[in-house]
């Protein structure tokens, strides 16, 4: 089930080591090491969203603010380090683009209806499965993981897609969802990657 | 757990943030009573994260991380979150992510025999967010629409062509779903709808309705 250890699941587990460290102890050198390696990849990202520069620098300040504030929040359970951030990230950025709010899912809602497969999962690391992730997108077809990278890796619309590919909308989505099908079966409890 | 649920697509957009708002509260009330999903959810996310860990890296300005060292001891801003209260009453079984929009001051208002509507959030781009409660055993007239209908349901439920829809199920229309909802015919049915444009009436009365209510 477990994969072999390489050397991303080791960086992975050292950037869930500094989190705990800020979470437990308020400790700023670890937040420093969090902030080397974060800042300038979130920048990288948000730019090529489409951010300007001086924008993506405010919400990477506003990200690793909240990185600092909410670090008890984190559970290694739910998510790798990287997606934690990913997803602080993308709701700054809904705020200060669109002035809304990407609403969360609430752990203590008395109506939330627990997982059952979630025992199944437990054995594996997230860093793990996030390095697993990794893999199952190396193994798509080239034009899959493209359609993959444009969609979510730089935000843009289905249309502009297709415009930038010159496929049929229709070819664009039915590949996307191709794509994210296929992901999801690689990356199931049993998928053992 | 529910029987109807959103497809991978809608929820991957979910994930990378690209629904307005009503859109979205409404997937994550579905989320919150589908693990199923709320795992697929989990996953694209799971994509996000590695498209920042593989972006290209940017130096950020000089300075940059001394301004934040500074500001890790300022006081954080208090959310202004609405925490349930007794007095919502029939919204106290709403999933937490809608129940912030309801309460004391939503107001029902009849639309036609067997139906009532609560305007809730904020309308933007044209996108109208409505809780919908339809009178046990009720048929709401048939009608399709013009862009997208995203529907939950909330307590009760409605059968349609396509199935019967109980708590926590979604239902995505577009242009081509043509349909007539009946309510459940003991415990009627409440909904959540999100529409980015009107729905359109489409049987004989419904065509005469359509001149008088914008539903």
């Known amino acids: 089930m477990a994969t072999v250890s390489s050397p991303t699941t080791i960086e992975a587990r050292q950037l869930a080591l500094w989190l705990g460290r800020v979470a437990d102890l308020r400790d700023r050198a670890a937040f420093v090491e969090l902030f080397g390696h974060f800042a300038p990849r979130l920048k990288g990202y948000l730019v090529r969203l489409g951010c300007e520069i001086g924008t993506a620098e405010e919400l990477v300040q506003d990200v690793m603010l909240t990185v600092w504030r909410r670090a008890e929040s984190y559970d290694a359970a739910q998510a790798g380090v990287s997606t934690w951030i990913y997803t602080i990230a993308r709701n700054r950025r809904i705020d200060r683009l669109r002035s809304e709010r990407h609403p969360t899912i609430d752990p203590d809602d008395p109506l939330l209806v627990r997982d059952e497969a979630e025992n199944a999962l437990q054995g594996i690391e997230t860093a793990e499965r996030e390095h697993s992730l990794r893999s199952a997108i190396g193994r798509l077809p080239k034009e899959q993981a493209e359609l993959l990278q444009m969609a979510f890796f730089e935000d843009r619309p289905h249309s502009g897609i297709a415009a930038a590919t010159r496929l049929p909308l229709g070819t664009v989505k039915s590949r996307i969802r191709l794509a994210l099908a296929r992901l999801r079966r690689e990356l199931g409890p049993d998928g053992s990657v | ?215």
């Open chain 2, 1 to 215: 757990m529910p029987n109807f649920h959103l497809n991978d697509e809608d929820l991957a957009d979910y994930a990378a943030g690209r629904f307005a708002e009503p859109f979205a509260v409404l997937i994550a009330s579905h989320l919150t009573l589908c693990p199923a999903c709320r795992r697929a959810v989990a996953e694209f996310e799971a994509l996000g994260g590695l498209a920042v860990e593989t972006a290209p890296v940017m130096e950020l300005t000089e300075g940059s991380l001394a301004s934040i060292m500074a500001r890790l001891d300022e006081i954080e801003p208090v959310e202004q979150d609405r925490t349930p209260s007794p007095a919502d009453g029939e919204f106290r079984n709403f999933p937490a992510p809608l129940r912030r929009f309801v309460g004391p001051t939503t107001k029902w208002k009849k639309v036609m025999r067997g139906l009532e509507e609560a305007e809730i959030g904020t309308m933007r781009d044209g996108v109208k967010a409505t809780l919908m409660r339809i009178a046990p055993g009720c048929a709401m007239p048939r009608h399709t629409h013009d862009g997208r209908e995203m529907l939950i349901v909330l307590d009760g439920g409605y059968s349609d062509e396509i199935g019967t829809y109980d708590v926590g199920d979604v239902a995505v229309a577009d242009p081509e779903v043509v349909h007539r909802p009946v309510a459940d015919p003991v415990e009627g049915c409440l909904c959540f709808a999100v529409t980015d444009a009107r729905v359109k009436l489409t049987g004989p009365i419904g065509r005469v309705l359509n001149l008088f209510i914008r539903y």
